[in-house]
Protein backbone atom coordinates (compact mmCIF):
# COMPACT_ATOMS: atom_id res chain seq x y z
CA UNK A 1 0.00 0.00 0.00
CA UNK A 2 1.47 3.59 -1.33
CA UNK A 3 2.63 5.78 1.56
CA UNK A 4 -0.09 7.95 1.47
CA UNK A 5 -2.82 5.95 2.02
CA UNK A 6 -0.33 5.04 5.41
CA UNK A 7 -0.51 8.78 6.41
CA UNK A 8 -4.22 9.15 5.64
CA UNK A 9 -4.34 6.33 8.16
CA UNK A 10 -2.33 7.74 10.84
CA UNK A 11 -4.93 10.92 10.82
CA UNK A 12 -7.61 9.06 11.22
CA UNK A 13 -6.27 7.47 14.30
CA UNK A 14 -5.25 11.00 15.99
CA UNK A 15 -8.82 12.33 14.72
CA UNK A 16 -11.00 8.93 16.21
CA UNK A 17 -8.66 9.08 19.38
CA UNK A 18 -8.82 12.39 20.25
CA UNK A 19 -12.85 12.07 20.01
CA UNK A 20 -12.91 8.91 21.71
CA UNK A 21 -10.91 10.83 24.98
CA UNK A 22 -13.12 13.84 24.75
CA UNK A 23 -16.37 12.01 23.99
CA UNK A 24 -15.95 8.46 25.40
CA UNK A 25 -17.00 7.05 22.55
CA UNK A 26 -14.65 4.30 20.95
CA UNK A 27 -13.88 6.61 18.06
CA UNK A 28 -15.46 4.75 15.60
CA UNK A 29 -18.01 8.06 14.66
CA UNK A 30 -14.94 9.12 12.95
CA UNK A 31 -13.19 6.29 12.12
CA UNK A 32 -15.92 4.20 10.18
CA UNK A 33 -16.55 6.57 7.60
CA UNK A 34 -13.08 8.39 7.11
CA UNK A 35 -11.97 4.52 6.45
CA UNK A 36 -14.72 3.82 4.85
CA UNK A 37 -13.85 6.98 2.09
CA UNK A 38 -10.27 5.69 2.13
CA UNK A 39 -10.98 2.07 1.21
CA UNK A 40 -13.32 3.02 -1.57
CA UNK A 41 -10.93 5.58 -2.98
CA UNK A 42 -7.95 2.65 -2.74
CA UNK A 43 -10.17 0.28 -5.16
CA UNK A 44 -10.74 -2.03 -2.18
CA UNK A 45 -13.68 -4.58 -3.09
CA UNK A 46 -16.97 -2.67 -2.62
CA UNK A 47 -19.01 -5.24 -1.97
CA UNK A 48 -17.05 -5.15 1.49
CA UNK A 49 -16.41 -1.71 2.23
CA UNK A 50 -18.19 -1.33 5.15
CA UNK A 51 -17.45 -4.77 6.47
CA UNK A 52 -13.66 -3.72 6.53
CA UNK A 53 -14.36 0.01 7.75
CA UNK A 54 -16.43 -1.44 10.68
CA UNK A 55 -14.16 -4.40 11.12
CA UNK A 56 -10.90 -1.99 10.92
CA UNK A 57 -12.81 0.47 13.18
CA UNK A 58 -13.40 -1.94 16.17
CA UNK A 59 -9.85 -3.74 16.13
CA UNK A 60 -7.81 -0.93 16.12
CA UNK A 61 -10.71 1.41 18.58
CA UNK A 62 -9.91 -1.69 21.25
CA UNK A 63 -6.55 -0.43 21.96
CA UNK A 64 -7.75 3.56 21.67
CA UNK A 65 -11.16 2.74 24.05
CA UNK A 66 -8.67 1.06 26.65
CA UNK A 67 -6.33 3.96 26.35
CA UNK A 68 -9.51 6.05 27.16
CA UNK A 69 -10.78 3.91 29.81
CA UNK A 70 -8.04 4.09 32.06
CA UNK A 71 -7.51 7.96 31.68
CA UNK A 72 -10.98 8.72 32.78
CA UNK A 73 -10.78 6.08 35.49
CA UNK A 74 -7.87 7.62 36.99
CA UNK A 75 -9.98 10.72 37.09
CA UNK A 76 -12.64 9.08 38.79
CA UNK A 77 -14.99 9.22 35.77
CA UNK A 78 -15.88 5.47 35.67
CA UNK A 79 -18.62 4.52 37.63
CA UNK A 80 -17.75 0.55 37.85
CA UNK A 81 -20.87 -1.20 39.15
CA UNK A 82 -22.87 0.29 36.25
CA UNK A 83 -20.65 -1.40 33.95
CA UNK A 84 -20.06 -4.42 35.75
CA UNK A 85 -24.17 -4.87 35.62
CA UNK A 86 -23.98 -4.32 32.03
CA UNK A 87 -21.13 -6.41 31.17
CA UNK A 88 -22.65 -9.76 29.80
CA UNK A 89 -25.21 -7.38 27.81
CA UNK A 90 -22.64 -5.80 26.66
CA UNK A 91 -20.38 -9.28 25.32
CA UNK A 92 -23.92 -11.03 23.88
CA UNK A 93 -24.93 -8.12 22.35
CA UNK A 94 -21.47 -7.54 20.64
CA UNK A 95 -21.30 -11.13 19.42
CA UNK A 96 -24.98 -11.07 18.04
CA UNK A 97 -24.62 -8.04 16.34
CA UNK A 98 -21.53 -9.17 14.33
CA UNK A 99 -23.23 -12.21 13.28
CA UNK A 100 -25.88 -10.04 11.60
CA UNK A 101 -23.94 -7.44 9.86
CA UNK A 102 -22.30 -10.40 8.05
CA UNK A 103 -25.54 -10.96 6.08
CA UNK A 104 -26.14 -7.52 5.35
CA UNK A 105 -25.19 -5.76 2.38
CA UNK A 106 -22.78 -2.92 2.55
CA UNK A 107 -24.74 -0.29 1.05
CA UNK A 108 -27.17 -0.63 3.80
CA UNK A 109 -24.92 -0.65 6.27
CA UNK A 110 -23.41 2.63 4.78
CA UNK A 111 -26.96 4.74 4.99
CA UNK A 112 -27.85 3.06 7.98
CA UNK A 113 -25.14 4.72 9.58
CA UNK A 114 -25.61 7.81 8.30
CA UNK A 115 -28.73 8.51 9.21
CA UNK A 116 -28.35 7.38 12.52
CA UNK A 117 -25.12 9.07 13.35
CA UNK A 118 -27.24 12.32 12.24
CA UNK A 119 -30.32 11.60 14.26
CA UNK A 120 -28.12 11.59 17.34
CA UNK A 121 -26.18 14.61 16.45
CA UNK A 122 -29.57 16.77 16.74
CA UNK A 123 -30.12 15.61 19.73
CA UNK A 124 -26.62 16.08 21.81
CA UNK A 125 -26.88 19.56 20.02
CA UNK A 126 -30.14 19.93 22.26
CA UNK A 127 -30.03 22.41 25.53
CA UNK A 128 -30.42 20.07 28.47
CA UNK A 129 -30.52 20.77 32.51
CA UNK A 130 -27.26 18.53 34.17
CA UNK A 131 -28.31 16.16 36.74
CA UNK A 132 -26.99 16.31 39.81
CA UNK A 133 -25.35 12.53 40.92
CA UNK A 134 -27.45 11.62 43.42
CA UNK A 135 -29.33 8.84 41.79
CA UNK A 136 -30.59 5.78 41.90
CA UNK A 137 -28.12 3.12 39.93
CA UNK A 138 -30.68 1.13 37.55
CA UNK A 139 -31.29 -2.80 38.40
CA UNK A 140 -29.00 -5.32 37.00
CA UNK A 141 -31.94 -6.65 34.32
CA UNK A 142 -32.22 -2.90 32.93
CA UNK A 143 -28.66 -2.26 32.57
CA UNK A 144 -28.76 -6.14 30.95
CA UNK A 145 -31.09 -5.08 28.61
CA UNK A 146 -30.43 -1.99 27.46
CA UNK A 147 -26.25 -3.09 27.41
CA UNK A 148 -27.42 -6.17 24.80
CA UNK A 149 -29.58 -4.06 22.74
CA UNK A 150 -26.86 -1.08 22.36
CA UNK A 151 -24.00 -2.77 21.79
CA UNK A 152 -25.50 -5.41 19.49
CA UNK A 153 -26.74 -1.96 17.38
CA UNK A 154 -23.30 -0.75 17.80
CA UNK A 155 -21.64 -3.79 16.48
CA UNK A 156 -23.30 -3.44 13.55
CA UNK A 157 -22.58 -0.58 12.69
CA UNK A 158 -18.47 -0.47 14.06
CA UNK A 159 -19.17 2.95 16.31
CA UNK A 160 -18.61 0.81 19.82
CA UNK A 161 -21.02 1.46 22.64
CA UNK A 162 -20.02 4.34 23.80
CA UNK A 163 -22.02 6.72 22.13
CA UNK A 164 -25.28 5.24 22.95
CA UNK A 165 -24.39 4.28 26.35
CA UNK A 166 -23.25 7.82 27.34
CA UNK A 167 -26.86 9.44 26.76
CA UNK A 168 -28.07 6.71 28.31
CA UNK A 169 -25.77 7.67 31.80
CA UNK A 170 -27.43 10.95 31.78
CA UNK A 171 -30.95 10.09 30.86
CA UNK A 172 -30.89 7.71 34.32
CA UNK A 173 -29.42 10.79 36.08
CA UNK A 174 -25.35 10.89 35.55
CA UNK A 175 -23.35 13.93 35.34
CA UNK A 176 -21.90 14.26 32.21
CA UNK A 177 -17.99 13.53 32.36
CA UNK A 178 -19.35 10.44 34.82
CA UNK A 179 -21.54 9.25 31.48
CA UNK A 180 -18.55 9.89 29.77
CA UNK A 181 -16.34 7.75 31.54
CA UNK A 182 -18.62 5.11 32.11
CA UNK A 183 -19.21 4.54 28.27
CA UNK A 184 -15.51 4.96 27.61
CA UNK A 185 -15.08 1.41 29.36
CA UNK A 186 -18.12 -0.06 27.66
CA UNK A 187 -16.76 0.98 24.16
CA UNK A 188 -13.63 -1.05 25.48
CA UNK A 189 -15.53 -4.00 25.57
CA UNK A 190 -17.68 -3.67 22.61
CA UNK A 191 -14.80 -3.41 20.56
CA UNK A 192 -12.90 -6.21 21.70
CA UNK A 193 -15.79 -8.79 21.20
CA UNK A 194 -17.25 -7.50 18.05
CA UNK A 195 -13.18 -6.85 16.62
CA UNK A 196 -12.97 -10.91 17.89
CA UNK A 197 -16.04 -11.60 16.07
CA UNK A 198 -15.61 -9.83 12.85
CA UNK A 199 -12.01 -11.44 12.54
CA UNK A 200 -13.74 -15.18 13.08
CA UNK A 201 -16.44 -13.71 10.59
CA UNK A 202 -14.36 -12.21 7.30
CA UNK A 203 -12.06 -15.48 7.71
CA UNK A 204 -14.87 -17.68 7.43
CA UNK A 205 -15.73 -15.96 4.65
CA UNK A 206 -13.07 -16.62 2.23
CA UNK A 207 -13.07 -13.34 1.16
CA UNK A 208 -9.66 -12.06 -0.46
CA UNK A 209 -8.74 -8.93 0.38
CA UNK A 210 -5.29 -7.22 -0.47
CA UNK A 211 -3.74 -6.14 3.45
CA UNK A 212 -6.58 -7.73 5.54
CA UNK A 213 -7.13 -10.37 7.82
CA UNK A 214 -10.75 -11.92 7.91
CA UNK A 215 -12.09 -8.00 7.51
CA UNK A 216 -9.66 -6.39 9.53
CA UNK A 217 -7.49 -4.25 7.14
CA UNK A 218 -3.89 -4.99 8.70
CA UNK A 219 -2.28 -1.68 7.53
CA UNK A 220 -4.70 1.02 8.80
CA UNK A 221 -5.17 -0.94 11.84
CA UNK A 222 -1.68 -0.72 12.56
CA UNK A 223 -1.51 3.46 11.82
CA UNK A 224 -4.12 3.44 14.09
CA UNK A 225 -3.35 1.47 16.73
CA UNK A 226 -0.13 3.52 17.12
CA UNK A 227 -1.13 6.62 17.49
CA UNK A 228 -5.06 6.81 18.94
CA UNK A 229 -3.99 5.96 22.29
CA UNK A 230 -1.81 9.36 22.65
CA UNK A 231 -4.61 11.17 21.49
CA UNK A 232 -7.22 9.84 23.48
CA UNK A 233 -5.37 10.80 26.43
CA UNK A 234 -5.18 14.49 25.33
CA UNK A 235 -9.16 13.98 25.05
CA UNK A 236 -9.95 12.63 28.19
CA UNK A 237 -7.92 15.54 30.30
CA UNK A 238 -10.22 18.25 27.87
CA UNK A 239 -13.43 16.48 29.29
CA UNK A 240 -12.51 17.30 32.84
CA UNK A 241 -11.38 20.70 32.21
CA UNK A 242 -14.11 21.65 29.22
CA UNK A 243 -17.56 23.23 30.21
CA UNK A 244 -19.98 20.48 29.51
CA UNK A 245 -22.58 22.07 26.95
CA UNK A 246 -19.31 22.42 25.05
CA UNK A 247 -18.46 18.97 24.75
CA UNK A 248 -22.28 18.01 24.15
CA UNK A 249 -22.14 20.30 20.86
CA UNK A 250 -18.47 19.29 19.89
CA UNK A 251 -20.21 15.52 20.25
CA UNK A 252 -23.06 16.36 18.21
CA UNK A 253 -21.68 18.23 14.99
CA UNK A 254 -19.07 15.55 14.95
CA UNK A 255 -21.66 12.82 14.58
CA UNK A 256 -23.83 15.05 11.76
CA UNK A 257 -20.53 15.34 9.96
CA UNK A 258 -19.63 11.89 9.77
CA UNK A 259 -23.46 11.16 8.73
CA UNK A 260 -23.82 13.01 5.73
CA UNK A 261 -20.30 12.07 5.02
CA UNK A 262 -21.61 8.91 4.89
CA UNK A 263 -24.94 9.33 3.21
CA UNK A 264 -23.59 11.73 0.42
Known sequence: MEWYWIVSFVAVGLGAGLLSGLLGISGGVIAVPSLLFIFRAAGLPPEHLMHLAVATSLSSMTFNSFSSMMAHHKRGGVVW???????????LGSMLGATVAGFLPSGFLEVFF???????????LRAFKQKTDNHPLPSFFILFGAAFLISGFATILGIGGGLLIAPLMVFVGFQMKKAVGTAAASSFVVCLIGAISYLVLGLKSGAEIPDAIGYIQFPAFLSIVLTAPFAA??????????????????????????????IL
Not at 82 to 89: E, H, Q, R, Y
Not at 245 to 260: D, N
Open 114 to 124: GFFECVLGLYF
Open 81 to 91: DACLKMLPGLV
Open 233 to 262: ILGAHLTHVMPVMLVRRIFGLALIFAGLLV
